[in-house]
């Protein structure tokens, strides 16, 4: 068995430590199963701590993290129907902004929004309002 130069060994970790990886918890919920499990104020808001997945809410970790269309319009949707039926409650953009602000995921985000508030899907005005507040969120205080 050979062993490779510390060099080609370091290089091989930096590029495992930095290569795009999946989440766990996806996909999240459609926003038709959040209404209907009828969770509503702060039991909806306890039940999306303790669902949505870290990683997404960490503006470092995001970038690393291998989301293809389908699940960004899932992470995004999911976001956009838990504020609106808590209204507007601000720890999910808190935890949403991440996505929203990443170079990475960010336009196919505000992208997926975007499609919900044109569709005629009952949850569609609130998603109008979340793309809003994230892109205040993203724009800062001013």
Known sequence: MTVPPPAVAALALILASTAARAVDGLPLPSCAEVQASKLVGGALAE???GRYPRDLADPRKIERIALDAD???NVAGYLACVAGLTDGD???ADQG???FASRRHGRAAFAALDA???SGAPWAA???AFARQMRDYRRGPG
């Open 90 to 92: 601000v720890n999910v």
């Open 71 to 73: 699940a960004v319009a």
């Open 126 to 128: 609130g998603a109008r």
């Open 116 to 118: 919900v508030s044109r």
């Open 97 to 99: 902004i991440a996505l």
């Open 47 to 49: 039940t999306f701590d």
